[in-house]
């Protein structure tokens, strides 16, 4: 079945620094993937869907310009949190789609101190 | 984007079927119903998908009405690593974004 990978598995970082956060899928192309969050004890939220080639769309109350996603090929799409605070300390998980079915990266946990 | 309703929670214990039911009363014609289940800090897993009537997999059945309405998974025999959130979604398989509902955590006790 399809494959979709994250990098870091896990991250912690220094409030105010910009974390990047990887998302691939491994054996197919993806025009469109998705970046999620997810608090403790809590459902997956939609934070934007990242576009290859194009500018990603935020869901409402999520800040473009803290959540920076960068669509750059059709294997790989980049979140990038920037000024980090403890408040966007939380497991991201990305999602492709392959053409039938959605796949979902294993998730990274951003920790800010 | 077609909302769907769980119960927040469900106990069993080990060996018993487990049937996990969901309200998708404002579903599409096109629209399929997709069953995903998460451990924790663990992206969603695929578990199965249906349209009408019934489905069966090599883990769980998927059965649904004729209005499609709502739909229940069954899971047969759990053990205790079944333990987990299972999320029910409605998806067009079109690639559009999908959103989730709050899921249902399935709790099994030996």
């Known amino acids: 079945g399809a494959v979709v990978s994250q990098h870091p598995s896990w991250v912690i970082c220094k409030s105010g620094t910009s974390v990047k956060i990887e998302c691939r899928s491994l054996?197919?192309?993806?025009?469109?993937m998705f970046w999620y969050r997810q608090f403790p004890k809590q459902s997956l939220m939609l934070m934007a869907t990242s576009n290859e080639g194009s500018k990603a769309t935020y869901e409402q109350g999520v800040e473009k310009d803290k959540f920076l996603i960068n669509h750059a090929s059709l294997t790989l799409s980049t979140l990038t949190v920037t000024s980090a605070h403890p408040e966007d300390s939380s497991f991201y998980i990305c999602?492709?789609?392959?053409?039938?079915?959605?796949?979902f990266g294993p998730g990274t946990r951003l920790t800010v101190l | 984007l077609a909302k769907t309703t769980q119960p927040i929670s469900m106990d069993s214990y080990e060996g018993q079927e487990v049937n996990i039911t969901c309200s998708h009363n404002n579903i599409a014609t096109n629209d399929y119903i997709t069953w995903y289940q998460q451990f924790p800090s663990q992206g969603p897993r695929f578990i199965i998908q249906?349209?009408?009537t019934k489905v069966t997999n090599e883990v769980a059945s998927l059965f649904i009405p004729a209005d499609r309405k709502s739909s229940t998974l069954s899971l047969p025999r759990v053990s205790l690593s079944d333990t987990a959130v299972y999320y029910c979604?409605?998806?067009?398989?079109?690639?559009?974004?999908?959103?989730f509902g709050q899921g249902t955590e399935l709790s099994v006790k030996p």
């Open positions: 249906g349209y009408k």
């Open positions: 054996d197919f192309q993806a025009t469109t």
């Open positions: 999602s492709a789609f392959p053409g039938q079915g959605r796949y």
């Open positions: 979604l409605v998806d067009s398989n079109q690639g559009g974004k999908l959103i």
